[in-house]
């Protein structure tokens, strides 16, 4: 299974910016997906994820109200819309799978994680 991410660049304070992951999966609906970032300096964080057909949504309090995670199973891609983006969200952010929404949640034991892509966020 390979993740490939894309859509990240440079935005000022309020833009909005949407990341795509193409999974490259037989089953794609085999796997929650979701979203994690990383701050220079910081820890790696989740941010987004959704459960394995998309009813279930889970978002961390930083980006709850600005960000959302959708998937299209049809074209196995999972997205995330970043609106009104603040400094703080700048980050790599990388796109993950597993069989667990719980593990995508908590992000351990994670099954596959895709190549990150650079968000800056400039005031």
């Known amino acids: 299974v390979q993740l490939q991410a894309s859509g990240g660049g440079s935005v000022q304070a309020g833009a909005s910016l949407r990341l795509s992951c193409e999974v490259s999966a037989r089953a794609f609906t085999s796997y929650a997906v979701g979203w994690c970032r990383q701050a220079p300096g910081k820890e790696r964080e989740f941010v987004a994820g959704?459960?394995?057909?998309?009813?279930?949504?889970y978002y961390s309090d930083s980006v709850k109200g600005r960000f959302t995670i959708s998937r299209d199973n049809a074209k196995n891609t999972v997205y995330l819309q970043m609106n009104s983006l603040k400094p703080e969200d700048t980050a790599i952010y990388y796109c993950v799978a597993d069989s667990s929404i719980t593990d995508v949640k908590t992000m351990k034991f994670l099954d596959y994680w895709g190549q990150g892509t650079l968000v800056t966020v400039s005031s």
């Open positions: 959704v459960s394995r057909n998309g009813d279930i949504t």
